[in-house]
């Protein structure tokens, strides 16, 4: 199984450009999430997806959009870049358990994006 | 949301055991205590998690307080492999979903 899959790898921006970050997972997982980390810090939750049909803001989701595409597609959208938006994207998801609180996530492998 | 304190670096030899600290003094009943560790360049890597007893799995072990105020995670064998950087991390209901991530422990692992 490929797990959690990200794109693009890399992506070099100009300000005030946009573009969308793709995340597929095929793990039937019900809640994806989008983090950003930058560099020598811990991951920041953007915005995440409790279920299909349904997202919300986490800690930092100024500047962003996103849409659940699906239950295995989660985007992640800039609308116009900034040079504080460099940083590496990692998308997660985790499958409902049955007590809030056990679930397990699952990560991408990260997209790194710089804004010139 | 509750908080966690870890140091900021350990270092430990290679085939020795590892024990990293976690306290967590404002823990509420329904929290889990999870442990996720992200190699170089790498995304997070689920490692553990536990309630209330201790917890052991393929990778590692959680030793959580009686108090619940504190755990450990335990790497009973390092290796090379696993110079990474450890977060611990409080996730329960009150967290409606989310994962927050705080500075977590750099190991470093010596041959």
């Known amino acids: 199984n490929a797990g959690v899959t990200q794109t693009p790898k890399f992506q070099v921006l100009k300000t005030g450009q946009s573009m969308t970050l793709q995340c597929a997972q095929d793990?039937?997982?019900?809640?994806m999430y989008w983090y950003r980390q930058d560099p020598g810090m811990g991951l920041r939750l953007i915005y995440y997806?409790?279920?299909?049909?349904?997202?919300d803001k986490g800690e930092v989701p100024n500047g962003y959009n996103v849409s659940r595409l699906n239950k295995r597609e989660f985007s992640l959208r800039l609308e116009s870049a900034a040079p504080s938006q460099t940083s590496v994207y990692f998308c997660?998801?985790?499958?409902?358990?049955?007590?809030?609180?056990?679930?397990?996530?699952?990560f991408g492998a990260g997209s790194r994006l710089t804004v010139l | 949301d509750a908080k966690t304190t870890q140091p900021n670096s350990m270092e430990s030899n290679e085939e020795e055991p590892v024990h990293l600290p976690c306290n967590h003094s404002t823990i509420s009943g329904t929290d889990y205590i999870h442990w996720y560790r992200q190699l170089p360049s790498q995304g997070p890597e689920y490692v553990i998690h536990?309630?209330?007893s201790n917890v052991n799995n393929r990778m590692a072990s959680l030793a959580i307080a009686e108090d619940r105020k504190s755990s450990t995670l335990i790497l009973h064998r390092a290796t090379l492999r696993d110079a990474a950087v450890y977060y611990c991390?409080?996730?329960?209901?009150?967290?409606?979903?989310?994962?927050?991530f705080g500075q977590g422990t750099t190991l470093q692992v010596k041959p």
């Open positions: 997806s409790a279920s299909e049909g349904t997202t």
């Open positions: 536990g309630l209330t």
């Open positions: 991390i409080l996730y329960g209901s009150g967290n409606t979903g989310k994962l927050i």
């Open positions: 997660a998801s985790s499958n409902r358990a049955s007590r809030a609180g056990a679930n397990v996530l699952t």
């Open positions: 793990m039937n997982h019900n809640s």
